[in-house]
């Protein structure tokens, strides 16, 4: 029997910030971003937008041909929650009429949780074949104005139907997996941004993947000439290129660089203009590859890395399914990327300052109206949040 993907949709805010304007601010050559890290722009969400309203977003689009009444499971990946107690897909599960008999709740471990939701969904799935799982990845990236991190910010979500009728994907269900307690990119509870040593992440990073990869050849039995594509987390496109070099090198030695950069450079078109979404990257990039890439991808076999920091890693592998194309939303995820609306690097620091600048005695706040999707945060009452429709 198959599992994988059925549907999958990405969401993003409707606001950017061109890494040139972060280049001015600091008098430094902004090939620094785009050439040195590889990100062009990242995506800014404004004051209304959170993680639950990116995701809600994704989710009626990844719900669209979806008989709801199959989803027994919805999985909320994040490391922006919204409340440190209630799961924030249940605002995502009322704002779009999910059914009332299914299970919610959010995982938690840097940008990898969405891909250890994925490896519980998968043999669930193929004990349970009349049920769908749907795992939504949602991040708002934030490391500080002027800090070294602010490059590789960056906001999105991801939705996907997991089921026993894959229109999309298939997953093989053999992984490599790497847990070690490194503090390379943390973020305590009393702080709204990330703390990170960033040479030391990108370090970690490329152990894990190693490490990850020597598990999954071994329990597999594959090998790097298996594969056609490579999907990694992405928290700035240049990582990809990082990851991929030191894999070949430990296991292609002979390839070409001009070839082994065909097998990435299609997952990275997305994150070079909407920057880090976390939870979200690994598929923010596979959404990539399947959106972007003119050749036909049926059949082929691609391999996924995802890092969490702190940190977990995990290296999984799956095919692409025939007739797959007709079942993405590639045009409308192209529109609303290239229809933001760009921001000057005052505007972009005055939303960013928002959440910080919210009472915590309870006091009521309404949040300004800016340009979002379905649905917006619209502020706080007596501790709550409240969310609303868009009409
Ligand atoms: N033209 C072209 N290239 C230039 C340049 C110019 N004018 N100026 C600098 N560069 C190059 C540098 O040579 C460097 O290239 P290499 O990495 O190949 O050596 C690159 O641009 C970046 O320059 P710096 O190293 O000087 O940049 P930095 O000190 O600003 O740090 C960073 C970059 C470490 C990525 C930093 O942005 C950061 O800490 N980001 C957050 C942490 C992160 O993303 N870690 C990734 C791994 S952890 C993970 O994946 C989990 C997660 O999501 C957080």
Redesign the pocket.
């Known amino acids: 029997m198959q599992v994988g993907i059925e549907s999958i949709s990405l969401y993003t805010s409707h606001y950017y910030l061109d890494l040139q304007k972060i280049a001015e601010k600091r008098g430094e050559?902004y090939?620094?971003y785009y050439?040195?890290?590889g990100q062009e722009r990242m995506s800014v969400p404004p004051p209304d937008e959170d993680v639950v309203t990116l995701a809600a977003n994704a989710v009626i689009q990844a719900m669209e041909n979806i008989d709801a009444r199959q989803i027994d499971t919805l999985m909320f990946a994040t490391e922006s929650g919204v409340d440190q107690s209630k799961a924030a897909g249940i605002w995502v599960h009322k704002l779009t009429n999910l059914p009332k008999n299914m299970r919610v709740f959010e995982l938690k471990q840097?940008?990898y949780s969405g891909a250890g939701g994925l490896a519980l969904a998968l043999p669930y799935l193929l004990q349970h074949p009349d049920r769908k799982i749907l795992i939504v990845a949602a991040d708002i990236a934030r490391?500080g104005l002027e800090s070294?991190?602010e490059?590789?910010q960056g906001a999105g979500a991801i939705a996907m139907v997991l089921s026993t009728s894959p229109k999309i994907m298939t997953f093989e269900l053999s992984s490599g997996i790497f847990t070690q307690d490194v503090m390379?990119?943390w973020r305590p509870n009393y702080r709204d941004e990330a703390l990170?040593d960033?040479?030391y992440?990108?370090k970690m990073?490329l152990r894990t993947l190693m490490e990850a990869w020597e598990q999954y050849t071994a329990l597999s039995g594959r090998r790097f000439e298996d594969f056609n594509k490579f999907v990694y987390?992405l928290?700035?496109a240049k990582?990809g290129e990082k990851a991929h070099s030191f894999l070949v090198k430990h296991a292609a030695e002979t390839l070409e660089e001009s070839e082994w950069l065909k097998q990435i450079e299609d997952a990275a078109v997305y994150q070079r203009v909407i920057g880090?979404t976390?939870a979200a990257?690994v598929f923010t990039a596979l959404q990539s590859l399947l959106d972007v890439s003119t050749e036909d991808l049926s059949g082929k076999r691609i391999g996924l890395f995802s890092?969490g920091?702190g940190s977990v890693g995990e290296f999984f592998s799956g095919a692409v399914l025939p007739g797959y194309r007709t079942h993405l939303h590639s045009s409308r995820h192209q529109q609303q990327i290239i229809s933001r609306i760009p921001l000057d690097y005052n505007t972009y620091a005055e939303f960013y300052s928002y959440k910080s600048n919210m009472p915590t005695d309870g006091s009521a706040i309404s949040t300004p109206i800016h340009k979002t999707g379905s649905f917006r945060f619209a502020g706080l009452q007596e501790h709550r949040r409240i969310y609303e429709v868009v009409r």
Do not use: E, L, Q
């Open positions: 050559d090939n620094k050439t040195g890290i840097a940008c490391y070294v991190g490059p590789t390379d990119f990170v960033g040479k992440s990108i990073y987390h928290p700035f990582m880090n976390y990257s890092y920091s």
